[in-house]
């Protein structure tokens, strides 16, 4: 999962330019089908065609985007799916910020393990607008992506898809007339990727590929963004104009119904939690001149890759708690997500009441241990200051040294 979250978290949240938004396209209901970091999206004039589906003398303009829902099918039947998680799951370092789409993870086989694999279909009529190939050399293993739009301004990615349909996007492996984006070594495998624009119409529930199965990580991303709605109030001057102020739930855009109740139902629940019906998580929580939101490394100038960075949000599933997610970037206090509860006697205070106030706030989450209390401090609105030092240290005696890691946003 890792690459292709480099590509679309780390690389797709670049600027929204109206004319080339995609974005990850949740398939509306979960019959599965009526039978199965940076890459700019093309712009909406079709860019380069290519592919079964070609617009030929030159692509048509996408529709205005419909009141009411539009998607019908899950991209993989839901009796193919164990759980789904909600938006804005963390997991630091890949994913310090919450996520801006979902995880469809599949069925496992009992004896090996392994995920089953399953059809990968069309949520809805679209069009599918790029895709991404992730090559890793020498080993016959390759990852890939769709971007896909129902209209001219939402815009939908499926990422982590095992192999293509050939009739619609080529044969598997060949690339020769994709675009080479980059090469990289992971630590393990030296990896190409590449893109390929085109103008290629889908219908609903038509088989696109193929995810899951023995050797595969076992879960498709899905995420979805519309521009027609107004972009999320997010602290700080970075997040000017980026794909992830507009991620939505995907299930917001099925009809009311057996397949959008499926859908629903898969959505993963944690131990203790209360989620309201029809759940799916949420995202933006940034509160402006407060702790709670997403903060960057002092001396960065973007926000992906996220691995420097520290976010301070509501738990997703156990709606009674909420999350340190801390990076790589802070020396005294390991990267991971840190789960507290709230308390208000000095010890675990509301993420949106730390204020700066000239407080020193310290957090001690569950199943710390006698590990350390992380300290935070609003120096002004827009300065963080983190620290870990040892746990039970009394309060008189919580401050800042040389070795605070700074934020701002």
Not at 115 to 139: F, H, I, N
Request: hydrophobic share 40%; glycine share 12%.
């Amino acid at each position: 999962m890792a690459k292709y979250i480099r590509q679309i978290r780390f690389r797709s949240p670049v600027a929204i330019l109206a004319a080339g938004l995609f974005l990850i396209l949740l398939t509306a209901g979960c019959g599965g089908g009526a039978d199965g970091d940076p890459v700019l999206p093309p712009g909406d004039d079709g860019g380069d065609t290519g592919g079964g589906g070609d617009g030929g003398g030159g692509d048509p303009v996408l529709p205005d985007c419909p009141d009411g829902a539009f998607l019908e099918f899950s991209p993989v039947a839901c009796e193919a799916v164990e759980m789904i998680t909600a938006l804005g799951n963390v997991a630091p370092p890949a994913h310090v910020f919450p996520t801006d789409h979902l995880y469809l993870y599949l069925k496992q086989d009992p004896v090996t393990h392994e995920s089953v694999a399953a059809d990968l279909v069309s949520p809805g009529d679209l069009v599918v607008v790029s895709a991404e190939a992730t090559e890793y050399q020498g080993r016959d293993y390759y990852d890939y992506a769709l971007y896909m739009k129902p209209c001219q301004d939402v815009n939908i990615v499926l990422g982590h898809i095992g192999g293509l349909d050939e009739a619609l996007f080529g044969a598997r492996g060949d690339f020769s007339d994709w675009t080479r984006e980059e090469a990289y070594f992971t630590g393990v495998d030296s990896v190409f990727t590449w893109s390929r624009n085109m103008f290629v119409e889908v219908t609903s529930g038509q088989v696109l590929g193929w995810v899951g199965g023995p050797g595969r990580g076992g879960a498709l991303d899905f995420g979805l963004y519309d521009l027609t709605r107004p972009a999320a109030v997010m602290a700080g001057s970075l997040w000017t104009d980026q794909y992830y102020l507009y991620a939505q739930c995907p299930f917001e855009y099925y009809s009311p119904g057996a397949e959008r109740d499926a859908l629903h139902a898969l959505v993963g629940t944690g131990e203790g939690s209360s989620p309201p019906v029809e759940y799916c998580g949420y995202l933006h929580n940034d509160v402006p001149g407060a702790l709670q939101g997403c903060w960057f490394l002092a001396g960065t100038t973007e926000i992906y890759p996220e691995f420097r960075h520290v976010a301070f949000t509501p738990d997703e599933y156990n709606l009674g708690q909420a999350v340190l997610s801390i990076g790589d970037a802070v020396a005294t206090v390991p990267s991971r997500d840190y789960v507290v509860v709230f308390d208000t006697e000095g010890m675990n205070d509301p993420f949106d009441s730390v204020t700066p106030d000239g407080t020193i706030h310290a957090y001690h989450p569950l199943g710390a241990g006698m590990e350390s209390y992380i300290l935070v401090q609003l120096v002004d609105a827009d300065t963080l200051w983190i620290e870990g030092i040892a746990a039970y240290t009394p309060q008189d005696q919580w401050a800042f040294t040389a070795a605070k890691t700074v934020f701002f946003r």
